[in-house]
């Protein structure tokens, strides 16, 4: 983003930065800077808050009026993420016949269609689309149960694709069963990784495609950062 | 710890291309300026070529009346469910929308532009080659005023 900044500025754009990491746009030499401590994800800090975010744009304005640079000035509100699991019930155990993750993700499917007719778009699709996300499961299970990644993808390994896709899936089916005002930040994601049986999966196949030696580069985005 | 402090220490030494000077544009009076968005998210259109995982240097450009867009952005390190219940809390369009119906800047632009984040430590064909032409892009458009959305 503070590279951007001094390209547009070069162009004859003048730029505001809603910055989230403050150190960094320090050290860039940035026009003009309005560090926002909010989660990570939300530079406008609140969604479903036009108010508050139309407080973020005329601080961002403002900064038009200083005479010269570089300014680096604290938005005044901090808005903290919240790691507390969001609220949503899972569907109960349906098929013991088949992998409990695979089990979960049917059983989700209702949801995850009903929010993807809501708001007309879906974040699902980077790797697999939603038909594929039980099959995804599937072969996370059999990583787990100690079969090479070789095997189960082939020379093509698109982990960190699938574990968007699979995560989405997910989330989105959970806020739509959730329902109500948006969650805190890390809500949904503490939901899907503490407490369905997809997001223990993924963190197990993980830890079996590490111990396989599998490329770094295939696994660390995987999971955020401590997880 | 939470997660978003983990994040923002693992960033704080961040490699960061160096710029001895600060470049400044003055922009014309807020309420007659032309506002756009240039966001770091990966947004894109359904109909989009999708943002390639890191280093993709490509930008997106997205109209005026473009709403639920993907976000393309590759981490998994960030609050992804806002944007889906929000795009506003990334790509503010609704609100500049009413800051134009309201008179406080002078008009929406009619194309906003996103990159994707997760770039080369040098930044280099972003400031050197695609970055240049989305501005040039902006500037085509009238844009005065840019507000920069990282995610």
Known sequence: ?227 | MSSDQTMRDLMANLPVPEFESTPWASPPPLAQATVAIVTSAGLHRADQDRFEGRGDTSYRMLDRSDRELILGHWSSNFDRAAYVSDHNVVYPIDRLEELAADGTIGAVAPRHVAFAGNQPDTVSEVRLDTGPAAAAELRADGVDVAILTPV
Request: charged share 20%; hydrophobic share 45%.
């Open chain 1, 1 to 227: 983003m503070c590279v951007l900044a001094h390209v547009l500025e070069d162009a004859g754009i003048a730029t505001v930065v809603l910055a989230s990491m403050r150190p960094v746009a320090e050290r860039m030499n940035v026009p003009r800077v309005l560090y926002c401590e909010f989660p990570l994800g939300r530079p406008l800090g609140m969604p479903d808050n036009a108010l508050f975010q139309q407080g973020v744009l005329a601080a961002a304005f403002d900064l038009l009026n200083a005479p010269s640079g570089p300014v680096l000035v604290d938005y005044p509100e901090v808005v903290e993420a919240v790691e507390a699991p969001l609220a949503c019930a899972l569907p109960p155990r349906f098929d013991p016949e088949i992998a409990a993750s695979v089990d979960e993700a049917q059983g989700l499917r209702a949801a995850y269609d009903r929010a993807v007719a809501r708001r007309g778009a879906t974040e699902v699709g980077r790797s697999i689309d939603p038909d594929g996300v039980p099959g995804a499961l599937a072969d996370l299970e059999r990583l787990i149960a100690g079969e090479h990644w070789k095997e189960v993808y082939g020379p093509r390994l698109d982990t960190i694709g699938i574990a968007h896709d699979i995560r989405a899936y997910y989330q989105e089916a959970a806020l739509e069963l959730a329902g109500g005002p948006p969650p805190g930040a890390r809500q949904a994601e503490a939901w899907f990784y503490e407490e369905t049986e997809a997001g223990k999966t993924l963190a197990a196949a993980r830890d079996a495609l590490t111990e396989q030696e599998a490329p770094s580069g295939i696994t660390f985005y995987m999971q955020p950062v401590g997880r």
